[in-house]
């Protein structure tokens, strides 16, 4: 297993910004694309951002301009700048790790256990 844990979920309102960090301890981070998926109550989870070994991005189309995903290998930590966010952001938000990034959930082996995020109108 990879350890990945997720931080930084919460309550906020329309309008306002939540940091995400996903931390990765123990193993060697930089050999791994990283994700973050969300999965709001009775819908399937979703794609949210990805970002490669190198630092390649790439942004669903509902939260590009509001959503940026970022990495320091460095300190083995991914994280998920969200801004404006709107009452339709609401779930629970995972990290997740694999060879190769992408928008399809089944390209990740590894997966954090969430982070609630809940956005009030």
């Known amino acids: 297993q990879v350890p990945l844990v997720e931080s930084g979920g919460g309550l906020v309102q329309a309008g306002g910004s939540l940091r995400l960090s996903c931390a990765a301890f123990?193993?060697?981070?930089?050999?791994?694309?990283m994700a973050w998926f969300r999965q709001a109550l009775g819908k399937e989870r979703e794609f949210v951002a990805c970002?490669?070994?190198?630092?390649?991005?790439t942004h669903a189309d509902s939260v590009k301009g509001r959503f940026t995903i970022s990495r320091d290998n460095a300190k083995n930590m991914v994280y998920l700048q969200m801004n404006m966010l709107r009452p339709e952001d609401t779930a629970v938000y995972y990290c997740?790790?694999?060879?190769?990034?992408?928008?399809?959930?089944?390209?990740?082996?590894?997966w954090g256990q969430g982070t609630q995020v809940t956005v009030s109108s």
């Open positions: 997740a790790a694999g060879a190769f990034v992408a928008v399809t959930r089944t390209s990740y082996d590894y």
């Open positions: 970002i490669s070994r190198s630092g390649s991005t």
């Open positions: 123990g193993w060697n981070f930089s050999r791994y694309g």
